[in-house]
């Protein structure tokens, strides 16, 4: 069974940046894609950004904002959020698909504020 474990949420100031990591229990080049979607209170979960081979994606209210990595020696993905804004704030989830298979994790919260 895949686990994803993300960290590196908090409290921060707007025009602050936050650097959210996951943690995969299998190698990140394993899955067809892996990405970061949110959820903000009230509202549905949303795609922030994916990293397949050779690709990245990114919704364009992060755009030239946030950054998606990924760490093969440490099987970690990253997403780095610069300018945050308080819209911005959300529970964000780690994905990864495997085939058929979709997985996520626990979630981090990410509150900014104005």
């Known amino acids: 069974q895949v686990q994803l474990v993300e960290s590196g949420g908090g409290l921060v100031q707007a025009g602050g940046s936050l650097r959210l990591s996951c943690a995969a229990s299998?190698?990140?080049?394993?899955?067809?894609?892996m990405g970061w979607y949110r959820q903000a209170p009230g509202k549905q979960r949303e795609l922030v950004a994916t990293?397949?081979?050779?690709?990245?994606n990114y919704a364009d209210s992060v755009k030239g904002r946030f950054t998606i990595s990924r760490d093969s020696a440490k099987n970690t993905v990253y997403l780095q959020m610069n300018s945050l804004k308080p819209e911005d704030t959300a529970v964000y989830y780690c994905?990864?698909?495997?085939?058929?298979?979709?997985?996520w994790g626990q979630g981090t919260q990410v509150t900014v504020s104005s």
């Open positions: 990293v397949s081979s050779g690709s990245t």
């Open positions: 994905n990864a698909l495997r085939a058929l298979a979709v997985y």
């Open positions: 299998a190698s990140v080049f394993s899955f067809n894609a």
